[in-house]
């Protein structure tokens, strides 16, 4: 399968509708390279001590889409040393599976005694909350996608016990998630719906959850067929009334007949708590509301009360929190 890689010129980049954040080497002066690559891209946004071979001129090109959930990232970049290292991963703020989507060249990951080798058209999964050594002796192009752990075990609860995985690129369910991918990057560039970006990243983490199972790599989901019953009826409940300040974990359990206690072990087998399902499904509400056009005179007081936000700052400190920014500088960049 060819990949078609984003256009990056500065034209696609402002007529982009998510404004994606673009970093290159060929915008800088070459003075400057060396030590905006290590101090600014490895040890701030990466978190990793970088390197490169003297023989191999150092080159990179990023272009970043921040979108909520799993941000992707389009790389391309010369050879390097890349080393995550236990005080790296100490200072990290939270836990993420790091999916990489091979479209060209090689690239080595070695964590602990698991070592993989990605080429074209493989995809691999790396546990950042555990030191990594990643290597390429060629340029390499990938797609990049920052999964939050738990996100990850809501699909896979075996991921906690991840270093590195390798997904055959010669697998069908492999060649469905580079699909995939490509139909993201494409509606990244040229959609203005956010909220079929968001149903494009889960059918992205569908396909690797499934790409997993179908080559036997790790556990499939956990819960018996009456606890995927109990928890589905209150996922139900809880989409219900979303907007209910009332809506709680003793309300939610008392739904289906389940104690409190009962009810949130039941939750953790699949990976997530009743808390974080509330608050995931109001701000993923939120979110699309603050990008629909016909609510555009709703102040974000009005949606925060609409979702069962005390007020706006309640929501705010949320939204800032799970996707970057404020949800008023949401509004702005989806009318750009």
């Given at each position: 399968m060819t990949w078609h890689e984003p256009v990056l010129s500065s034209a696609a980049t402002h007529a982009s509708w998510l404004a994606p954040v673009r970093i290159s080497s060929e915008d800088m002066e070459p003075s400057q390279l060396l030590q905006y690559w290590q101090d600014h891209l490895c040890r701030h946004v990466i978190q990793a001590h970088?390197?490169?071979?003297?023989?191999?001129?150092?080159?990179?090109?990023?272009?970043?889409?921040?979108?909520?959930?799993?941000?992707?990232?389009?790389?391309r970049d010369s050879p390097q040393l890349v080393t995550r290292a236990p005080e790296h991963v100490k200072r990290a703020e939270g836990h993420h599976v790091v999916v990489m989507v091979q479209h060209e060249g090689t690239t080595f990951v070695r964590s602990g005694d698991?070592?993989?080798?990605?080429?074209?058209g493989d995809v691999?999964?790396?546990?950042?909350?555990?030191?990594?050594?990643?290597?390429?002796?060629?340029?390499?192009?990938?797609?990049v996608l920052m999964v939050p752990l738990e996100q990850m075990r809501g699909l896979l609860p075996k991921t906690t016990d991840l270093s590195v995985l390798r997904l055959d690129g010669g697998h069908h369910g492999t060649g469905l998630v580079q699909q995939i991918m490509q139909g993201l990057h494409l509606q990244l560039k040229w959609g203005t719906d956010l909220g079929s970006v968001g149903h494009f990243q889960q059918a992205l983490l569908q396909s690797v959850a499934g790409a997993c199972l179908a080559q036997g790599l790790m556990q499939p989901q956990r819960g018996s067929r009456l606890e995927h019953y109990y928890f589905e009826r209150m996922e139900a409940f809880i989409r219900?009334?979303?907007?209910?300040?009332?809506?709680?974990?003793?309300?939610?359990?008392?739904?289906?007949?389940?104690?409190v206690s009962h009810a949130q072990r039941l939750y953790r087998t699949f990976g997530t708590s009743m808390t974080r399902s509330i608050r995931d499904k109001r701000?993923?509400?939120?979110?699309?509301?603050?990008?629909?056009?016909?609510?555009?005179?709703?102040?974000v007081q009005e949606i925060a009360y609409q979702w069962g936000f005390y007020d706006a700052a309640h929501l705010s400190h949320a939204f800032r929190k799970a996707?970057?920014?404020?949800p008023k500088e949401w509004r702005v960049r989806g009318q750009g």
């Open positions: 970088c390197s490169t071979p003297s023989d191999h001129p150092l080159f990179f090109d990023l272009l970043h889409y921040p979108v909520p959930g799993a941000g992707v990232t389009w790389l698991c070592d993989i080798v990605l080429n074209p691999g999964l790396v546990a950042d909350w555990r030191p990594s050594l990643t290597t390429a002796n060629a340029s390499v192009a990938q797609s219900a009334h979303l907007g209910s300040a009332e809506l709680l974990p003793a309300s939610i359990a008392a739904h289906v007949g389940l104690s701000l993923d509400a939120a979110q699309r509301d603050l990008r629909n056009p016909s609510l555009k005179n709703l102040t996707f970057g920014v404020s």
